[in-house]
């Protein structure tokens, strides 16, 4: 049974910071890319950042670059988020996903997902 779960939202000031995490179980993910995704209330789902297991290869939706940076933890089977210079447009449910891919910022490439941690960010 594969597992995804993501834990570390919380409420945070505009200006600071959050680090999500997402641990992975259920399978060897050697061959998968994670990714992060956000949807706000009223909003479709977005691509956050993405990053592979086995090269560690990052990639980002434009607007988080320079802001969020993804890692992994191949040890532990943890991928983390860190989020900076948080803005109210930011919040959001965070969610994070495997996939059995190289590379995609389409969320229809992601096979098993977490249930979804809240960032809040207020003004």
């Known amino acids: 049974q594969v597992q995804v779960v993501e834990s570390g939202g919380g409420l945070v000031q505009a200006g600071g910071s959050l680090r999500l995490s997402c641990a992975a179980s259920?399978?060897?993910?050697?061959?998968?890319?994670m990714g992060w995704f956000r949807q706000a209330p009223g909003k479709e789902r977005e691509f956050v950042a993405g990053?592979?297991?086995?090269?560690?290869?990052?990639w980002y939706a434009d607007s988080m670059k320079g802001r969020f940076t993804i890692t992994r933890d191949a040890a532990t089977y943890t991928v983390y988020l860190q989020m900076n210079s948080l803005q109210p447009e930011d919040t959001a449910v965070y969610y994070c996903?495997?996939?059995?891919?190289?590379?995609?910022?389409?969320?229809?490439?992601?096979?098993?997902w977490g249930q979804g941690t809240q960032v809040t960010v207020s003004s």
């Open positions: 990053i592979s297991w086995t090269s560690s290869t990052t």
């Open positions: 259920g399978r060897t993910f050697s061959r998968y890319a």
């Open positions: 996903a495997a996939g059995l891919i190289s590379r995609s910022e389409n969320s229809r490439s992601y096979d098993y």
